[in-house]
């Protein structure tokens, strides 16, 4: 039975002595401190103010102009699509006219025609406003966490492995 024991034990220590050591018991590596965290370049505000005047500017003044210019494209093209409903509308009311006239169409109420030109403008307008506003709540976003990339990442370990790195700023002077 001591044989075993003896057996046991060796074979602990010789499993615990095998294995490297973890991190937290290496000597740390001098590494350069990180930047102070100074917030995003334009507020939060700033930016969904920016993209209610021009959508996509908000974002471009991040630095994600890419997304910027899909909501310039996206906005643009719907306003685009606004007016032109508008002007089907001002046709069919304007056709809507001449018809009554000569008294080919009765009735005071709109036709059927005007009616879902009139819902064409609405579809169109309530979508250009969406966007805008949807616009600007992702440049608020994109504000907001403009330092993303600088305050959480992963990077490869020294054994090869991923790790995760969380700086958090505590505030106060050094």
């Keep these: 039975m001591d044989r075993v024991r003896t057996a046991i034990v060796v074979g602990a220590c010789a499993l615990l002595l095998s294995t490297p050591a973890l991190n937290g018991q290496q000597e740390p590596v001098d590494q350069p401190e990180s930047p102070e965290f100074e917030g995003p370049p334009v507020s939060p505000r700033g930016a969904f103010l920016r993209s209610l005047v021009l ?27 606004t007016w032109v409903a508008r002007r089907e509308l001002e046709d069919a009311r304007a056709e809507q006219d001449r018809l009554r006239e000569p008294g080919a169409i009765e009735g005071e109420d709109d036709t059927e025609f005007v009616q879902a030109r009139a819902r064409q403008f609405e579809d169109w307008a309530a979508l250009t406003v969406f966007l805008m506003f ?41």
């Design 134 to 174: 949807f616009s600007g709540a992702d440049a608020y976003v994109a504000a907001y966490l403009s330092d993303f990339d600088e305050r959480i990442g992963v990077q490869r370990g020294p054994d090869g492995s991923l790790q995760l790195q969380v700086n958090i700023p505590l505030g106060g002077p050094r």
């Design 55 to 81: 959508p996509g500017w908000g974002q471009a003044h991040v630095g994600a102009y890419g997304r910027g210019a899909v909501y310039f494209t996206l906005t643009s093209s719907s306003l685009w699509m």
